[in-house]
């Protein structure tokens, strides 16, 4: 499903102006092209139209070469409001006996046609500003770190960065996820 014309020209607005607002986080990159970009994937746009719709606030961060993509990464201040309380994954949510949440952060990031910010990307993200100081976010895990029941999480504290583990069940209302977009 694709965004409605005039959505996506509000969307374009948006994505654009906080573009020209944030330089520091793509220098060397033209606004111009990343619009062509887009407006040749729709469902790119939809994507990003659900990332903007859950409080994620999308902004491009790097230009991947060799892929001919552009990434964008969430960078609201705190992990995005319209995905907080899950779990890491299905099977983190099938797992739960007692007061289940409503969703995991693989099937919202999948459903959405995003990626969770690995570890090192969430580090790259904290290199730009400073986000988490109150929230945290799921990080995509290592699948030999997953099969032993754990998953990773990161946030800013005390003006450092920390990546920590968690129990994959567990769920907080401050804790929800990050996505990455390719274009």
Known sequence: MNVPIDQSRKLLE???ARFEKHMSRHKGLEWTAIQEQLESRPGKLRS?????GTGG??????YDRKADEYLFFDCSPETPKGRTSVCYDREALISRKEAPPADSAIDMASAMGIELLTEEQYLDLQRLGE???KTSSWLKTPAEFRRQGGALFGDRRYGRVFVYQ???????R???FRGCLRV
């Not at 990003?48 to 903007?52: A, G, R, T, V, W």
């Not at 968690?166 to 907080?172: G, L």
Request: negative net charge; hydrophobic residues 35%; proline residues 7%.
């Open 57 to 62: 606030e999308p902004d491009v961060v790097g």
């Open 174 to 176: 401050v804790r929800g």
């Open 14 to 16: 948006v994505l654009r």
């Open 48 to 52: 990003l139209h659900e990332m903007e």
């Open 166 to 172: 968690n129990s994959a069940p567990c769920y907080y």
């Open 131 to 133: 986000f988490d100081v």
